[in-house]
């Protein structure tokens, strides 16, 4: 349980006090927290002040003044105080929080620096002079001669002096230079080593060589690695271990391990001939790949171009395709444009596009062209049988053959109807209309 606070009286101040009386009596309360409160960290909480008193109002009677006897008797009285009873034990003490040092230089505050006039340079040469003396032109034209032949002088010096860098920098930059050139040498010289042409036209020819003469060699008894050592001699060491390590051989041996001996160092001579210059066989070797490409480029190319040519010829001769077809009307000249058109633009699309989102539209315009041009035949049929039953509806006439007048064969019998009974001619007229009303 926290120790309670203990609080001083409230003290009582007289009318008759005098200021010195109520200063010491506030200084007495002050001193009473000051024992019990505990101390204040950092900038204390500024004192509120005192609220306003009402002024003190004068007595009714007058009060007399103390004669000099009492005054020099006389002590000031004290108004009552209590002074609280110290605490038994220690108030708690007070943990002190430590503010970040970010917090601290933030609010750091700089002492401003007075800022120094800037002094005012003078020019040497103004460019309006203005002289108010003789004596002062006579001074600034000696400066300026002066100055002129101060710069002339220094102008002459540096061109005397030979230009370029001092001796310790030329030095570096001279075994950069021969490091840089060794390192492209060794750059080189494993292009070529790697190179597909070098490696198809010597290393796999002279470790076939190699392999043929080291398979004689262990088919007669002896041991590979002898002959790879005598090889590795030169001069006539080399032959001494050579005669040494076919002692006893099969003359046909000997025959085959020394063709294939000199075919692999004729190998080897080619191999040491094309690394002597390696930058040199290198920019060869690029050359030659560029070459080769392009001309496969260019081949592949001429095959896309008959691949292209191959299926116009199909589309327009098996197929039948309408839009790709041409033709002889003169009327129609704007039918055959539109044929060139096509063929123009599925050409760009095909050899020379490089857009790939054309192409990828024109992948999913591709299929629809069958189903569209099935489509197109069916309401081109539906479109014929209307117009047909159209003209048998509304386009036929009558002839001469339908008419039920006197005819026969184109022929008119007027005549003959006239010199026959009424009722015979009304009678076949009669059956013949009925005849064909049946039919």
């Keep these: ?10 003290p009582t101040i007289n009318q008759s006090d005098s200021p010195e009386q109520i200063a010491h009596t506030t200084a007495n309360v002050q ?29 009714s009677k007058p009060v007399e003044p103390p004669s000099k006897a009492a005054d020099s008797v006389q002590t000031p009285v004290e108004a009552p105080t209590t002074e609280p009873k110290p605490p038994t034990e220690p108030p708690d003490k007070v943990t002190e929080h430590k503010v970040p040092s970010f ?6 505050v700089k002492p401003e620096t007075p800022q120094t006039p800037a002094a005012t340079v003078e020019e040497d040469f103004p460019e309006e002079p203005v002289f108010k003396t003789k004596e002062e032109s006579k001074a600034a034209w000696k400066n300026l001669r002066d100055a002129y032949k101060r710069v002339k002088t220094e102008a002459t010096t540096l061109k005397s002096q ?3 860098i001092d001796e310790p920098t030329k030095q570096e930059l001279e075994f950069l230079k021969t490091q840089n050139k060794e390192l492209q040498t060794v750059l080189s010289r494993t292009e070529v080593e790697s190179h597909r042409e070098f490696q198809q036209k010597i290393i796999r020819p002279m ?18 690695q002898d002959l790879a050592k005598a090889l590795a001699l030169s001069g006539a060491a080399q032959y001494e271990a050579l005669d040494e390590l076919f002692t006893g051989m099969p003359e046909s041996a000997k025959i085959r391990v020394n063709n294939a001996v000199a075919a692999m160092q004729n190998f080897d001579s080619q191999r040491k001939a094309w690394l002597s210059d390696a930058p040199r066989r290198a920019e060869e070797l690029k050359k030659s790949d560029l070459q080769r490409q392009y001309a496969e480029v260019n081949q592949q190319k001429a095959e896309m171009k008959r691949l292209w040519d191959e299926a116009g010829r199909k589309l327009r001769e098996e197929a039948k395709v309408e839009v790709m077809l041409k033709s002889d009307d003169p009327d129609a000249s704007w039918w055959n444009e539109q044929a060139d058109r096509i063929e123009k633009t599925s050409e760009d699309l095909f050899l020379n596009n490089t857009d790939m989102e054309k192409v990828a539209f024109a992948m999913r315009l591709a299929p629809m062209v069958d189903p569209y041009r099935k489509l197109w035949l069916t309401t081109r049929a539906e479109l014929v049988k209307a117009q047909q039953i159209i003209k048998d509806k509304f386009g036929s006439e009558p002839n001469l053959s339908e008419s039920g007048g006197n005819t026969r064969n184109g022929i008119p019998t007027t005549e003959e109807d006239l010199s026959k009974p009424f009722d015979q001619v009304f009678l076949r007229e009669y059956h013949k209309q009925r005849e064909q009303g049946a039919r």
């Design 1 to 10: 349980m926290p120790d309670p606070v203990l609080v001083p009286p409230t």
């Design 31 to 59: 001193a009473i927290f000051d024992k019990v409160a505990p101390k204040i960290r950092g900038t204390p909480t500024p004192e509120a002040p005192l609220p306003p008193t009402e002024p003190i109002k004068p007595p």
């Design 103 to 108: 917090i601290e230089k933030a609010l750091e």
């Design 162 to 164: 030979p230009v370029g």
């Design 207 to 224: 470790n076939a060589a190699w392999g043929e003469a080291s398979r004689i060699v262990k088919e007669t008894g002896r041991d590979p």
